[in-house]
Nanobody, 122 residues
Framework: QVQLVESGGGLVQPGGSLRLSCAASGSFFSIRDMGWYRQAPGKQRELVAVITTGGTTNHADSVKGRFAISRDNAKNTVYLQMNSLRPEDTAVYYC????????????????WGQGTQVTVSS
């Protein structure tokens, strides 16, 4: 069974920093894109950043210059470094990964973590 386990959320003051981690565990063949999404109360889930296996990244305009996504393929882990945090960054952050379960599979399936709360408040 494939699992994505997130860590690193919490309460931080405006202007502060947090680093989120998400590790994929279980039995699988390969991971393609990995990313972070967030959902604030009363709002739809939105893309924060995504990274390919080769390291190409894409960040939402609202976080460009403040957040940075990275990954360690050897550890099947994706990170989100969040700097200059603002109250509007408050949300539940979800890890996402496209995973192929075995070499026979023709498709990559979407997997989600359980979510980690990030609260930015003074």
């Amino acid at each position: 069974q494939v699992q994505l386990v997130e860590s690193g959320g919490g309460l931080v003051q405006p202007g502060g920093s947090l680093r989120l981690s998400c590790a994929a565990s279980g039995s699988f063949f390969s991971i393609r894109d990995m990313g972070w999404y967030r959902q604030a109360p009363g709002k739809q889930r939105e893309l924060v950043a995504v990274i390919t296996t080769g390291g190409t990244t894409n960040h939402a305009d609202s976080v460009k210059g403040r957040f940075a996504i990275s990954r360690d393929n050897a550890k099947n882990t994706v990170y989100l470094q969040m700097n200059s945090l603002r109250p509007e960054d408050t949300a539940v952050y979800y890890c996402n990964a496209q995973i192929k379960k075995n070499w026979r599979s023709s498709n990559y399936d979407n997997y989600w973590g359980q979510g980690t709360q990030v609260t930015v408040s003074s």
